[in-house]
């Protein structure tokens, strides 16, 4: 634990890619399994424990702690782990050895609820605070050290001088603590073999366009489709074994059971997962409804059906059609297709047309259908490829729309932004029959520069007219522009309506509030 | 007669009425007690100022020969009376001259901390508990997650991190007056005896430290060293100094910084900085809330900081507490 701690402090302190990648590659040569094997689990996010969350984290230091002073605190401090390990008393007596993590790790799996707090208790009274507070963070899930899922399978891949790629096609079909990934890579064994029946592989993913970066490309070199609005799906289904796995690998099958029992057997198949309202295709929203329930009920299952919009095969059988180009690839797509066109689960996600950049952009601005966020270039001759390659597919999303509105709370941000007032809630002018008041209409925390920041939280601080708590009411005099994906009707929000992806365009210290945009005009925006 | 009617935060500073003087106040006033040399506290202007001889050599320092119209040197434990009111000086244990400030009148002893620490520090004298009615404390790191380590530690950690990464310059970020010269010899103290650089921000006062009869060994402007007697050296600089351009010309630099700050983790990250050195001239908690019972006073005054947990604490410990939230004052080093 001692070491794992260290590991973690020097990741958040080390802002190079290099210095990082080697603090990491050292720590997995020097540590033995199945220590190190945990430890990658934590930093690949691959670790979860039921009855460890911040509830019963924040439970476990009131009961040692006066809940007013800890308020104040992780107010202050604004990151639950850290203030949790900052805080807690450290003991009298001399402590106790720290656990191995792979003690934490193996106990906290098989504890029940009520058994995690005196576990939890005893543990942090044998370490300082660096070491709680990785304990901390470990349990709690989501590390936040400045070490991607990525860097961390790339300091493995270097023990062995291996390329990560090779890391990434045996990734899904290993666990913690990966002994046989380590023996591989340290020399000690040969790479492991995986169960292709039910190996989750690794997705290619597009690049958004930059500006400007279409005059560069041919567009006789591209194809183009639809980017659809829901959540893009790897099936894998052989020898009757279904998977149904999201963008990261985790198996979202078991909430979609009417899919998985339409899907076709002896495939790997790339596609969006949508569900359906009648005869169209229902909305983002209408999807969550879906993803929210882990067993859905009869009612809803028929209610919102699910299906899969295909755009690509990997593997046909035992083929694996990962090295053809897209072209070729996409041509036995639609006889694979075609041959199953009896079932209403599967559609083809069409190809379309273009003659030029130009004429492909008037196209989706006017033929755009609903369901759709955008386009996706993808190249003619490019292979499958895991991650995001630079140079074979590009996102080009529909332009944002956009909103003036009054900045009307503020409260504090969490993580790099600790302390600062960087969360805000923004309204819009509702005219009723005593006048026009302000509704707030959403939230926004992102889209602004660090200098922007400064300024924001120097307004925030010096306009307060309230305090709720941890929430700053502001005069409502500073005007942003938000941008957003679209607006959508909702009966939890005070003004009815909810944005999709809201970020901060630009600030309007120029703009008087007055004349900021009303209510109606979101309202007119909302598509479904 | 209660005391808050003798003694009271105005607009203009805590105000000790009887006396016609105010405690550093932020702005000029006629006639000003002066707690310690930094200057949210030690503004010029005043038309009478009263304060430690070094508190008023750190003045002249830094603001000037004119600073004030007159000056009052007033040494540790020697008493006065201005206006019915007793008034004498005591260490803070802050930085070199700080003061706590004792009042009494009308039965009555209120004790005005200023800023203080209770951990020792090789270039002051240390923290007097003097029991009082009221003490007026201030509350930099008014929080529990404030525990400061032993400062020795931590500059071993310091020492560490220039022995492993000996080819890097080593620069700190600290404080000009106080930090600065306590980081070199608490340095001294562990047994360090290379040359330690400064940046030329720190140079002057760290001059008036040495003619205080404080040593500090080897110590040298950082302009005059060749590049090659910097890799592996310690350097240290003004906190604004380290994400400047003047720290490129030293030899692939690693940023330190020493501050009470550098407990949250999050925060040291915010700004950058490689090696964060948790040393700090201010009380934490548990000095804070320890110096309360060690004065025995039944009633709290806060000054500035984080004055809503201590408030909090000192409440749930039978005490009397407020906080005057006075205006004008920073936040060490942030």
């Known amino acids: 634990m001692i070491a794992f701690a260290s590991l973690l402090e020097r990741l958040i302190f080390s802002p190079a890619r290099q210095t990082k990648l080697r603090l990491m590659t050292e720590y997995f040569r020097a540590t033995a399994d199945p220590d190190r094997g945990y430890a990658l689990a934590a930093l690949t996010d691959g670790l979860d424990f039921a009855h460890a969350k911040p509830a019963a984290i924040r439970a476990l230091v009131e009961s040692r702690v006066d809940p007013a002073l800890f308020a104040w605190s992780y107010d202050f401090v604004g990151d639950l782990a850290e203030t949790a390990a900052l805080i807690w008393p450290e003991p009298a007596s001399p402590r106790a050895p720290p656990p191995r993590l792979s003690e934490v790790v193996e106990r906290l799996r098989l504890a029940g609820r009520s058994e995690v707090p005196a576990l939890l208790g005893a543990w942090l009274d044998t370490l300082d605070a660096t070491g709680r507070w990785a304990l901390i963070k470990l349990i709690s899930g989501g590390l936040r050290v400045g070490a991607s899922a990525r860097l961390a399978k790339t300091a493995v891949a270097a023990l062995g001088g291996e390329d990560v790629a090779k890391i990434d096609e045996v990734w899904h079909g290993l666990a913690p603590p990966y002994a046989s990934l380590f023996a591989w890579l340290c020399g000690a064994g040969d790479a492991p073999r995986i169960d292709r029946r039910t190996a989750f592989l690794p997705m290619m993913l597009a690049h958004p366009l930059d500006d400007g970066e279409l005059d560069t490309l041919d567009p006789k070199d591209f194809r183009a489709e639809w980017k659809w609005d829901g959540i893009r799906i790897q099936l894998v289904s052989f020898d009757g074994e279904r998977r149904l796995f999201s963008r990261t690998g985790e198996d979202v099958g078991p909430a979609f059971p009417d899919l998985l029992a339409a899907a076709p057997e002896g495939c790997v198949i790339d596609g969006e997962l949508l569900v359906r309202t009648g005869d169209a295709i229902g909305s983002f929203n209408d999807l969550q409804q879906r993803l929210n329930r882990k067993r859905p009920p009869a009612s809803l299952v028929a209610a919102l059906p699910a299906m899969l919009r295909v755009y690509d095969i990997l593997f046909e059988g035992a083929e694996d059609l990962r090295p053809l180009p897209f072209a070729e690839r996409r041509g036995r797509l639609e006889r694979w297709h075609a041959a199953r066109l009896g079932n209403a689960a599967i559609d083809l996600s069409p190809l379309v047309a273009f003659a030029d950049w130009e004429a492909l952009a008037r196209h989706s601005a006017e033929a755009r259908p609903r369901a759709a966020e955008g386009l996706m270039l993808k190249r003619a001759d490019s292979p499958y490829l895991a991650g995001r390659p630079k140079g074979h597919w590009y996102k080009w999303k529909r332009a944002a729309r956009s909103v003036d509105a009054v900045m009307m709370y503020a409260q504090r941000g969490h993580g790099r932004r600790s302390s600062f007032y960087s969360d805000f809630t923004f309204g819009c002018w509702r005219v009723g029959p005593d006048g026009a008041a302000l509704v707030p209409v959403g939230k926004a925390y992102f889209g602004f520069s660090d200098a922007d920041l400064a300024r924001l939280d120097k307004f925030v601080r010096g306009h307060t007219v309230n305090r709720f708590g941890p929430v700053r009411e502001v005069e409502p005099s500073l005007v942003c522009e938000l941008e957003f994906d679209s607006v959508h009707r909702s009966p939890r929000h005070k003004s009815g309506v909810a944005l999709r992806f809201p970020r901060i365009a630009r600030i309007r210290w120029d703009k008087p509030a007055a004349e900021a945009d009303r209510l109606d005009a979101l309202v007119a925006m909302i598509d479904g | ?334």
Do not use: N
């Open chain 2, 1 to 334: 007669m209660d005391a808050a009617r003798w003694i009271y935060p105005s607009p203009r500073g805590l105000y000790v009425e009887p006396a016609g003087l105010f405690i550093d106040p932020p702005g000029a006033v006629d006639r000003a007690v002066i707690t310690h040399g930094h200057s949210d506290h030690a503004r010029p202007g005043h038309a009478h100022a009263l304060a430690t001889p070094a508190t008023l050599a750190i003045m002249r320092a830094r603001l000037g020969g004119g600073f004030a119209g007159t000056t009052q040197a007033l040494a540790y434990g020697e008493a006065i009376r201005i206006g019915g009111v007793d008034l004498r000086l005591v260490p803070a244990g802050h930085i070199l001259g700080s003061a706590q400030v004792v009042l009494e009148h009308a039965g009555q002893r209120v004790v005005v901390s200023g800023d203080y620490k209770r951990v020792a520090d090789p270039t002051c004298a240390p923290f007097e508990p003097v029991g009082c009615d009221i003490f007026v404390t201030e509350a930099t790191f008014g929080l529990p997650v404030f525990r400061h380590p032993d400062p020795l530690g931590e500059v071993r950690r310091l020492l560490d991190s220039a022995a492993l990464f000996a080819e890097r310059c080593h620069v700190v970020g600290v404080y000009a007056l106080g930090k600065c010269q306590r980081l070199i010899a608490l340095l001294r103290q562990a047994g360090y005896d290379r040359p330690v650089y400064l940046h030329g921000a720190l140079q002057a006062l760290t001059d008036l430290y040495v003619g205080e009869g404080i040593a500090l060994g080897d110590v040298r402007p950082v302009a005059d060293a060749p590049r090659g007697d910097l890799m592996g050296a310690i350097v240290l600089a003004p906190p604004s100094a380290l994400a400047d351009r003047w720290s490129r010309r030293l030899p692939d630099p690693l940023s330190a910084l020493a501050s009470g700050w550098m407990r949250v983790k999050q925060r040291a990250k915010q700004r950058g900085v490689e090696l964060p050195l948790v040393i700090s001239d201010h009380a934490d908690w548990h000095e804070l809330t320890r110096t309360f019972a060690d004065v025995g006073a039944a009633e709290i005054w806060v000054t500035h900081g984080r004055e809503e947990a201590l408030v909090h604490h000192a409440a749930t410990h039978g005490l009397r507490a407020r906080a005057l939230a006075l205006v004008g004052y920073e936040d060490e080093g942030s």
